[in-house]
């Protein structure tokens, strides 16, 4: 892969990392991968691959940086405990506006081609979403982001098309909070939905034990295709 740490201005003149994936290519749309709670892990940096090996030019960037730089655990209890309180601790104002900074900064760079778009998984899932209800990517994915449903207040706001991954089996999300998210953008041609109902929350990420190879599959198929239409 063609892949190295670049550096992104924030808001307020201050400087955090981010992950660039570039395409086999050089050029293509933009993709901003937003993490999971346990940092730009291994993980997070070989999704960033997959989508560069299909023709985006991807960052990653570090969501904790004004917390501890360079976050990347690993899914046992005492990190995962530690990822935990990272999220609770988040600024999550400042933290969207970072996400911005990412969008802004991956649509200046020469090898994006055309728009820029998000993906988010869990935490990463509900910032996608509030990148979508600010303007700052033309499409948005968001796989099983918790607390969505909290923010309903800015559906109004997503104007651009958004795609959201839900699993049946998700202890962390319940059916009633999809439900509601739902129903925030009923008769709107802009958000589609999909559910795993054989599938926990995090079935995308394979190391981890709810990781289900069919739902991932499924999910990852529909993403490209949804996001070759809305990227074109």
Not at 59 to 82: M, S
Not at 99 to 126: N, Y
Request: with cysteine; hydrophobic share 40%; charged share 20%.
């Amino acid at each position: 892969m063609n892949s190295s740490t670049i550096s992104i201005t924030s808001h307020d003149g201050k400087k955090f990392d981010a992950y660039l994936s570039l395409p086999p290519k050089g050029r293509g749309p933009g993709l901003v991968i937003i993490q999971e709670i346990w940092g730009v892990n291994e993980h997070i940096k070989a999704v960033a691959d997959q989508y560069a090996m299909d023709g985006y030019v991807v960052l990653a960037p570090d969501v904790f940086w004004r917390q501890e730089a360079n976050v990347n655990l690993k899914y046992d209890e005492a990190e995962t405990q530690k990822a935990r309180q990272l999220m609770t601790n988040l600024d999550e104002s400042n933290a969207v506006a970072d996400l911005a900074s990412t969008a802004q900064a991956l649509r200046a760079r020469p090898e994006v081609s055309g728009k820029v778009g998000s993906i988010g998984f869990c935490m990463g899932g509900r910032l996608s979403y509030q990148m979508a209800a600010r303007g700052t990517v033309d499409a948005a994915v968001c796989y099983y982001g918790g607390g969505i449903q909290n923010h309903l207040d800015k559906a109004a706001s997503v104007k651009g098309p958004i795609l959201f991954h839900y699993a049946g089996l998700d202890a962390h999300i319940p059916a009633t909070a999809v439900a509601a998210v739902q129903k925030a953008f009923e008769g709107r041609s802009n958000a589609q939905f999909y559910t795993y109902p054989d599938a926990d929350h995090g079935f995308n990420c394979w190391g981890r034990p709810m990781y289900q190879q069919r739902a991932a599959a499924l999910a990852r198929g529909r993403t490209l295709v949804w996001l070759s239409e809305q990227l074109a």
